[in-house]
């Protein structure tokens, strides 16, 4: 539940369960003071009876002697007032020290008169008040005033009962209230200041808990969905760090041995007086060689920088496919002629193509560059663009062949496979690498170790994708997928 709705929830309920509590409290009391007073009616009317009987005798309504009414003042007491007056209103007789002298005091007859034979209840006394006849005439009234002493003692006991109660159930509201406030809000709040103070002290986080479905729950879950970008940023930039190591740290090495064949033979053509014109232009063509290695590698770590950095943007434009292709794949004939090597070429693709011609140029160079250099002479090389609706070539490796359909589902790819010793199996994963190559390669300045690892960026940012496939004393095969277009 959402905190907005929990407290909205909160503050109505709060609201109301003291009401509520009230209520049912002052139900309970009401039933009560009902049972109460009904016990309390029967009672009265008993003492009422028995009183009344004593009261009854028309010459107690004459003026007489005090001492004539000590049976009548035998039957009041502290709870029990008993005032008997004459017919024409005169009080005759009082327990009540208010009333007056017996004889000599009066009240207004109307009230004498009012109410009789009514059972008179107020809040704490019952009052009855009745003729008296003799002589068939009405000789006097009696009134009869018995005090509520066990019912205000009860209301008293029951009204501090409704206070301590109702307190007791205010603390355990307001305890209950703090309870779920800190297990809602204060709880999650804290744990969540915890994990990022130490988080920034760079300190290790305890266990994930429980997220809840409210604002706080979400949240605690952007943190750590910040935390696991943050550290995988942090990795990336670690790898980073360490690729820009191991690139200063290879390019130093690569480049220290032209360097030094470059001094020497500087050297050489500046102090040899006894050099002839033969050797002259052998070391200029060896020195143009050199700085053409360097030229290259200081091209591919150009490019490899801004393929890492993002820099470097691909634009994709519609071609058509065979004439791209047929330009694509040529070339290729003089370098491996060169080195005495067969070149077979394949081209089998009638479909468009959303890609960017300059940088599939440099892949298609990097990988025959590859493929050239690590073929020895007499070897052949096979060069192929195949679409998906076209089978493979008969000169495929069978070893390939059945991964090779399967990657390259519904879309065109361009085989370079070469007949050779092959790649060891747990070398595969690695040919992608910036600077991986055989010692022997760098030394001879065959390459500057960045070309299948500029080709797979570029083949990715073309929605493309690139494989290798190899088998010891057969050869080695690279495949470059694209998504095919209308035909």
């Not at 704490?124 to 005439?137: A, F, I």
């Not at 300190?203 to 979400?218: H, M, P, R």
């Not at 491996?336 to 090597?341: D, E, L």
Request: with cysteine.
């Amino acid at each position: 539940m959402k905190i907005k709705q929990w407290l909205m929830i909160s503050f109505f309920t709060v609201m109301l369960l003291p009401v509520v509590a009230l209520y049912i409290l002052y139900v309970s009391l009401s039933n009560l003071d009902e049972k109460q007073a009904f016990v309390e009616y029967v009672e009265m009317t008993t003492k009422m009876e028995e009183i009344e009987s004593h009261l009854l005798n028309p010459k107690l309504y004459q003026l007489q002697p005090e001492e004539q009414f000590e049976s009548v003042q035998a039957l009041t007491n502290e709870s029990i007032k008993i005032t008997l007056y004459r017919s024409d209103g005169v009080v005759v007789f009082s327990s009540l020290p208010s009333v007056g002298s017996y004889g000599f005091s009066t009240i207004n007859i109307e009230q004498v008169y009012r109410n009789l034979n009514d059972l008179q209840k107020n809040s704490r006394t019952y009052t009855l008040k009745k003729p008296v006849v003799g002589d068939d005439d009405v000789v006097g009234i009696f009134e009869i005033s018995i005090a509520r002493e066990d019912w205000v003692d009860g209301v008293t006991n029951r009204y501090m009962f409704l206070g301590v109660s109702f307190s007791i159930f205010m603390v355990l509201l307001y305890i209950i209230v703090v309870i779920l406030l800190n297990r809602k809000l204060n709880r999650p709040l804290g744990y969540l200041q915890e994990q990022m103070t130490a988080f920034a002290n760079g300190e290790k986080l305890s266990n994930q808990t429980k997220e809840s479905n409210d604002e706080i729950g979400d949240l605690i879950k952007h943190f750590w969905e910040m935390k696991a970008q943050i550290e995988q940023t942090q990795d990336a930039l670690a790898k980073q760090q360490k690729e820009k190591e191991f690139i200063v740290a290879s390019l130093s090495h690569d480049l220290k041995t032209p360097l030094t064949v470059i001094r020497a033979y500087t050297e050489a053509l500046q102090n040899g007086d006894t050099l002839s014109e033969q050797e002259r232009l052998e070391y200029k063509d060896i020195l143009f060689e050199k700085l053409e290695y360097m030229k290259r590698m200081l091209d591919d770590l150009t490019m490899y920088t801004a393929l890492q950095s993002s820099k470097q943007r691909t634009e994709l434009v519609e071609v058509e496919g065979e004439e791209y292709f047929d330009m694509l794949l040529s070339g290729y004939d003089e370098p491996c002629n060169r080195k005495g090597i067969s070149l077979v070429v394949t081209q089998a693709v009638k479909k468009t193509y959303e890609l960017d011609p300059k940088q599939m140029v440099r892949v298609v160079d990097n990988i025959m560059g590859n493929a050239i250099r690590h073929t020895e002479k007499g070897n052949r090389i096979w060069l192929a663009a195949i679409s998906s609706d076209t089978q493979l070539p008969h000169w495929v490796f069978n070893e390939f062949c059945d991964d090779i359909e399967v990657w390259r589902k519904n879309g065109t790819v361009i085989l370079i496979q070469n007949g050779g010793k092959g790649i060891p199996k747990e070398q595969l994963d690695k040919v992608f690498q910036p600077f991986y190559q055989a010692e022997g390669a760098r030394n001879n300045g065959g390459s500057s170790g960045l070309g299948l690892s500029i080709s797979k960026m570029l083949m990715e940012q073309q929605n493309g994708k690139i494989g290798i496939w190899s088998a010891e004393k057969e050869g080695t095969l690279l495949a470059c997928w694209m998504k095919e277009g209308r035909e």
